[in-house]
């Protein structure tokens, strides 16, 4: 059993920042990948952006540069920064770790 962990959700106003954390139950090299998804209300959860355990990085089509992904190996985490936000970053984002663990998913909400 794997459990994934989020935190660093919130609101953020348009042109603010945000990092989103996810704390794995044991060691993110042990994942051949790991990622973060958005989800919009009715709609299916999309990539935003991938990482593999060699530190190859996938982005999501959705994403235009201001969004990174990076882990702390030692502590078993890996962060999503999420910069310059706009209202259509909204959603509910989750960590995902191969081959089907997900987290909890946490909520970010951008508005003025």
């Known amino acids: 059993q794997v459990q994934l962990v989020e935190s660093g959700g919130g609101w953020v106003q348009p042109g603010g920042s945000l990092r989103l954390s996810c704390e794995a139950s044991r060691s993110i090299l042990s994942f051949d990948t790991m990622g973060w998804y958005q989800q919009f209300p009715g709609k299916q959860r999309e990539l935003v952006v991938s990482?593999?355990?060699?530190?190859?990085?996938k982005y999501g089509d959705s994403v235009k540069g201001d969004f990174a992904i990076s882990r702390d190996i030692a502590k078993n985490t890996v962060h999503l920064q999420m910069n310059s936000l706009k209202p259509e970053h909204t959603a509910m984002y989750y960590c995902?770790?191969?081959?089907?663990?997900w987290g909890q998913g946490t909520q970010v909400t951008v508005s003025s």
């Open positions: 995902h770790a191969d081959p089907f663990w």
């Open positions: 990482i593999t355990s060699g530190g190859r990085t």
